[in-house]
């Protein structure tokens, strides 16, 4: 007898394989002390004389989360909480029999964010009910870490670069070595100050800490966060070093299957010169022309199981040919370096980024996310030394630098 398997229960099989095994992976690697990027809704629920309710329903939903609701009921002093709450928008439910049902629509929350958001319950029908929309806190009364949350809608709003350490010249407070301008200064890490003293940045993506930004190569870019957190002072015991401390969640899959992509370029009929004829008259008859710059990304985020196992993928390029001041590609026809006839070359920068992260919900109070991003800086000519009028194209060397 030849057993056959329906292909209903086939998917599952394979669903289920793929959930045993980002399990495995995750028990099998070391644990991570991780800052918190789980943010908290807490509050009191009373009366109309202010009196503590206890035992009402209180109901979380939200596209963020990976469950279709989370439900508490507050104690016998009227309080509640949930914890460890993905950034989003969110939507409450205050049920008790005997009173009217409040709910509040559009409660935002960031990375990191405590909100307290206290209910008032009115006598009334089950069938009725008061909605509340727009009542999302814009302070956090917890938390006494200076912080600045820069969502998905400011990385994509604000023209900046897209390397992960362009971000920090957003913030107050901190300050850049180098402003960079549409990604003129791709590949170039930046050192940072934090109120004055240069520090060592600490940076975590999903609880995984990475390379720090002032001493090792990171060339990440923000197209993959979905929200990233600065911390500029007050930081507690999980941060290690002062300076300043990133935390960034990468975007996530949902139920509904999205994605986008973008496709930007620049070439020299778009670009000036400050080329001027005082310059000309000293023997100056070139500058750093761009050649090209082009960004190629796409992503796509969904589901593989509905409220139990989501996916999402990306894949950026960025490409950059620019000329360097006296950078020769050979010596001219006299045969000689240094002389007006030198060919000049050019110097390119490449940098491939990759990020899958994939989200299981096996119960409502565990998630388990597994995440991975393969970072290639490759540049032909070579970095150190930088190619100039005194190292020839000749002379440089291949530099690649893999991070993952």
């Known amino acids: ?25 995750l028990t099998t690697v070391p644990t991570v002390s991780a800052q918190s990027a789980g943010s908290t809704i807490h509050g009191t629920v009373k009366d109309e004389q202010g009196g503590a309710v206890p035992g009402v329903t209180v109901t979380l939903k ?10 508490v009921v507050s104690d016998a002093d009227g309080n509640y ?7 989003g928008s969110y939507r409450i439910s205050y049920e008790l029999s005997g009173f009217k049902t409040i709910v509040v629509t559009d409660l935002r929350l960031t990375i990191g964010f405590v909100a307290r958001h206290d209910a008032t319950m009115t006598l009334g029908g089950l069938e009725e009910s008061v909605t509340v929309t727009g009542a999302s806190p814009g302070v956090d009364l917890t938390t006494t870490t200076t912080t600045v949350n820069l969502t998905r809608e400011t990385l994509d709003s604000v023209p900046v670069g897209r390397g992960l350490q362009q971000l920090f010249a957003m913030t107050p407070g901190v300050t850049t070595n180098r402003v960079d301008v549409g990604d003129s200064w791709m590949g170039v890490r930046a050192a940072s100050s934090n109120y004055g003293p240069s520090g060592t940045a600490k940076i975590q993506v999903d609880g995984i800490d990475i390379a720090d930004g002032n001493s090792t190569g990171i060339y990440m870019t923000s197209m993959t ?9 007050g930081n507690d015991a999980e941060v290690s070093v002062p300076g300043v401390s990133m935390i960034a969640v990468i975007k996530s ?23 001027s004829d005082t310059l000309r008259a000293q023997g100056l008859s070139n500058t750093e022309p761009l050649r090209h710059l082009y960004d190629i990304s796409a992503d796509l985020g969904g589901r593989l ?22 950078f020769a590609s050979g010596p001219g026809a006299d045969g000689k370096y240094l002389t007006a006839d030198d060919p000049l070359a050019d110097v ?44 020839p194209l000749e002379s440089t060397l291949d530099y690649k630098n893999p991070s993952r």
């Open 305 to 326: 199981v509905r409220d139990k196992l989501w996916f999402y993928a990306a894949f950026n390029r960025q490409d950059k040919l620019q000329g360097v001041v006296g």
């Open 253 to 275: 899959g949902s139920n509904q299957f999205h994605g986008s992509y973008l496709v930007e370029g620049e070439r020299p009929e778009l670009q000036g010169s400050n080329l």
């Open 225 to 233: 966060l979905d929200e990233a957190q600065i911390r500029t002072s």
């Open 348 to 391: 390119r920068t490449r940098l491939t980024h990759g990020a899958v992260k994939v989200s299981y919900q096996p119960t409502t109070k565990h998630r388990l996310i597994a995440a991975y991003q393969p970072t290639m800086k490759y540049q032909p000519q070579g970095l150190p030394p930088e190619p100039s009028r005194f190292r």
């Open 81 to 87: 909480r949930f914890g460890d709450l993905p950034a």
């Open 1 to 25: 007898m030849v057993s056959r398997i329906a292909p209903v229960a086939r998917w599952r099989v394979v669903y289920f394989v793929i959930a045993v095994a980002i399990a495995s992976l």
């Open 62 to 71: 939200s596209p963020a989360l990976q469950v279709p609701q989370i439900v």
